[in-house]
Nanobody, 123 residues
Framework: QVQLVESGGGLVQAGGSLRLSCAAS????????MGWFRQAPGKERKFVAAINSSGGSTSYGDSVKGRFIISRDNAKNTVYLQMNSLKPEDTAVYYC????????????????WGQGTQVTVSA
């Protein structure tokens, strides 16, 4: 059992930045790959970014490449999503997810999910 709690969402102007955090419970955080997903109202949940258990490998969705950066601090049981050059189309609820085993998955095959945090980008 792992609990994930996202924070850092809010309202920003287009072109601005936000950093989301996802705090995980337990002492085995270093064995989980972590991912970020987002879901806009009335739309399907989509992959945003992922990072393997050691932090040495990352992956990004096409719509956020070059703008978002995923990172993790295993000593703090926390994964981050730095979001730069935000666009109105980035508006969504952002979810943190954890997958046991070390390698990430972009196809929603994660074991645990957080409650989500709202990000709103105004034009």
């Amino acid at each position: 059992q792992v609990q994930l709690v996202e924070s850092g969402g809010g309202l920003v102007q287009a072109g601005g930045s936000l950093r989301l955090s996802c705090a995980a419970s337990g002492r085995t955080f270093s064995y989980y790959a972590m991912g970020w997903f987002r879901q806009a109202p009335g739309k399907e949940r989509k992959f945003v970014a992922a990072i393997n258990s050691s932090g040495g490998s990352t992956s990004y969705g096409d719509s956020v490449k070059g703008r978002f950066i995923i990172s993790r601090d295993n000593a703090k049981n926390t994964v981050y999503l730095q979001m730069n050059s935000l666009k109105p189309e980035d508006t969504a609820v952002y979810y943190c997810a954890a997958k046991w085993g070390g390698s990430y998955d972009v196809m929603f095959r994660y074991d645990y999910w957080g409650q989500g945090t709202q990000v709103t980008v105004s034009a």
